[in-house]
C-alpha cells in the first residue's frame, strides 16, 4: 500500500519537535562548554606557575594516600549499585562477581569518557551479554544503577542542607526538611507494592523499599567518598569546613554531566575555582590536577586493562567452546 502524503507530513511534524529539543540541547551543552573555557582561562591566565610548582612540591604524599584510598571506596561502592541492580532484575543468572565487575569497570571508564548513558550503557552489555543477559533487562540494570547514584546525591544533598552550610546564608535547613520529606515518603510509596515505570518498549521496576534504604546508605558513602578524594588534597589553610565544600563539589559534578564534557573536563574546575579566592587558587589547581589523576586517569587506566584481559580471556574460551563443539 503506497504511503500517504498526509502521513508523511505527520510523522515529519511529530518528529520535528524531538529532533529541535535534540539539537538545542546540544547547543546549549556546547554554549556551557564554551564559557567554562573562556572562564577558566582567565582564572588560569592569573595564576603564577611558580606558585602552581611550589604548592606541587609541598603536596604531602599521606594525602594522595588518603585520596587514593577514598577513590577506592567510591569505586566499590558504584559496583556495589551493579550488584544490587542486577540481583533485582535478572536474580542468579549473574553472579554478584560478575555485577561488580561490571559496576567498577563502567563507571571507571565512564568517569573519564562522559556521556555515561551511552558509554556505561554499552559497556554493560559486552560484560552482561556473557552471562546471556538481553538487551532489555541490561537496560534495567542501568536505571536501577542510576536511581542509586541519584539517591546517593539527594541523601548527601539532603544532609548538608539540614547541617547548615555557609553557602545557604541561614536558609538551608527548610529545603533540606522539605528533601527529607520526599525521601522518606518516596521510601512509603515504594513499600505499599511492587512499583513499575514504562518506557517506550521497556519496563523499568523500582526498587522495593528495603533495596532503595540501601541504595541511599551506599550512595551517601560514595559521594561522600568522592567528595573526601578532593577535599584531603587541600592545604588545611584553605580548605574550608567539609559541609561548606559539599554544596561546591556536588554542584560542579552537576554542572559537569549537564555540560556532557568527557568527565565534566573544564566545567568542573571552572565552578570549582570561583568558589574561592584569588590567592588560593594555585593550591586548589595542584588539588584538583592530583584529584583528576587520583580520582579520574588511575582508575581509567586499570579499567581499560581489566577490560582488556576480560575480552582476551573471553575470546580464549569461547575459541575453546568452539573446537569442543567441533
Same mark, same amino acid.
Given at each position: 500500500?503506497?504511503?500517504?502524503? *498526509?502521513?508523511?507530513?505527520?510523522?515529519?511534524?511529530?518528529?520535528?519537535?524531538?529532533?529541535?529539543?535534540?539539537?538545542?540541547?546540544?547547543?546549549?551543552?556546547?554554549?556551557?562548554?564554551?564559557?567554562?573555557?573562556?572562564?577558566? %582561562?582567565?582564572? !588560569?591566565?592569573?595564576?603564577?606557575?611558580?606558585?602552581?610548582?611550589?604548592?606541587?612540591?609541598?603536596?604531602?604524599?599521606?594525602?594522595?594516600?588518603?585520596?587514593?584510598?577514598?577513590?577506592?571506596?567510591?569505586?566499590?561502592?558504584?559496583?556495589?549499585? *551493579?550488584?544490587?541492580?542486577?540481583?533485582?532484575?535478572?536474580?542468579?543468572?549473574?553472579?554478584?562477581?560478575?555485577?561488580?565487575?561490571?559496576?567498577?569497570?563502567?563507571?571507571?571508564?565512564?568517569?573519564?569518557?562522559?556521556? %555515561?548513558?551511552?558509554?556505561?550503557?554499552? !559497556?554493560?552489555?559486552?560484560?552482561?551479554?556473557?552471562?546471556?543477559?538481553?538487551?532489555?533487562?541490561?537496560?534495567?540494570?542501568?536505571?536501577?544503577?542510576?536511581?542509586?547514584?541519584? +539517591? &546517593?546525591?539527594?541523601?548527601?544533598?539532603?544532609?548538608? =542542607?539540614?547541617?547548615?552550610?555557609?553557602?545557604? %546564608? &541561614?536558609?538551608?535547613?527548610?529545603?533540606?526538611?522539605? !528533601?527529607?520529606?520526599?525521601?522518606?515518603?518516596?521510601?512509603?510509596?515504594?513499600?505499599?507494592?511492587?512499583?513499575?515505570?514504562?518506557?517506550?518498549?521497556?519496563?523499568?521496576?523500582?526498587?522495593?523499599?528495603?533495596?532503595?534504604?540501601?541504595?541511599?546508605?551506599?550512595?551517601?558513602? $560514595?559521594?561522600?567518598?568522592?567528595?573526601?578524594?578532593?577535599?584531603?588534597?587541600?592545604?588545611?589553610?584553605?580548605?574550608?569546613?567539609?559541609? *561548606?565544600?559539599?554544596?561546591?563539589?556536588?554542584?560542579?559534578? +552537576?554542572?559537569?554531566?549537564?555540560?556532557?564534557?568527557?568527565?565534566? =573536563? &573544564?566545567?568542573? $574546575?571552572?565552578?570549582?575555582?570561583?568558589?574561592?579566592?584569588? $590567592?588560593?587558587?594555585?593550591?586548589?589547581?595542584?588539588?584538583?590536577?592530583?584529584?583528576?589523576?587520583?580520582?579520574?586517569? !588511575?582508575?581509567?587506566?586499570?579499567?581499560?586493562?581489566?577490560?582488556?584481559?576480560? $575480552?582476551?580471556?573471553?575470546?580464549?574460551?569461547?575459541?575453546?567452546?568452539?573446537?569442543? &563443539?567441533?
Amino acid at each position: 500500500m503506497p504511503h500517504r502524503p *498526509d502521513q508523511q507530513d505527520s510523522t515529519t511534524t511529530a518528529a520535528s519537535p524531538t529532533r529541535w529539543l535534540h539539537i538545542l540541547s546540544w547547543i546549549g551543552c556546547l554554549a556551557i562548554v564554551g564559557a567554562a573555557v573562556w572562564i577558566l %582561562h582567565r582564572y !588560569l591566565s592569573q595564576i603564577a606557575w611558580r606558585d602552581v610548582a611550589t604548592a606541587w612540591s609541598q603536596l604531602p604524599a599521606h594525602r594522595i594516600a588518603y585520596s587514593i584510598a577514598a577513590t577506592a571506596i567510591s569505586i566499590a561502592m558504584l559496583a556495589l549499585f *551493579d550488584v544490587l541492580a542486577a540481583h533485582s532484575v535478572v536474580r542468579d543468572r549473574v553472579s554478584a562477581g560478575l555485577a561488580a565487575f561490571a559496576g567498577a569497570v563502567t563507571q571507571g571508564i565512564s568517569n573519564t569518557l562522559g556521556f %555515561h548513558a551511552i558509554t556505561g550503557t554499552a !559497556l554493560r552489555y559486552r560484560i552482561y551479554a556473557t552471562a546471556g543477559v538481553g538487551a532489555g533487562d541490561t537496560a534495567r540494570i542501568v536505571g536501577l544503577a542510576g536511581l542509586g547514584v541519584g +539517591l &546517593g546525591f539527594a541523601v548527601v544533598i539532603t544532609g548538608a =542542607l539540614c547541617w547548615q552550610p555557609a553557602i545557604t %546564608h &541561614g536558609w538551608g535547613r527548610l529545603p533540606g526538611i522539605v !528533601l527529607c520529606v520526599l525521601l522518606v515518603a518516596l521510601l512509603a510509596w515504594l513499600a505499599r507494592r511492587p512499583r513499575t515505570l514504562r518506557v517506550w518498549r521497556w519496563t523499568l521496576a523500582f526498587p522495593s523499599a528495603g533495596i532503595a534504604v540501601a541504595q541511599m546508605l551506599i550512595g551517601g558513602v $560514595e559521594m561522600l567518598a568522592a567528595i573526601s578524594a578532593l577535599y584531603v588534597l587541600l592545604p588545611a589553610s584553605m580548605a574550608p569546613p567539609f559541609v *561548606d565544600f559539599l554544596p561546591i563539589y556536588v554542584g560542579a559534578v +552537576l554542572a559537569g554531566i549537564i555540560s556532557h564534557s568527557p568527565g565534566g =573536563l &573544564g566545567v568542573f $574546575e571552572t565552578i570549582m575555582l570561583a568558589a574561592f579566592p584569588a $590567592e588560593t587558587r594555585a593550591d586548589l589547581l595542584v588539588a584538583m590536577v592530583c584529584y583528576r589523576v587520583i580520582y579520574s586517569l !588511575l582508575p581509567f587506566m586499570l579499567a581499560s586493562a581489566a577490560l582488556a584481559v576480560f $575480552e582476551i580471556r573471553q575470546r580464549r574460551y569461547n575459541r575453546s567452546a568452539q573446537l569442543d &563443539g567441533g
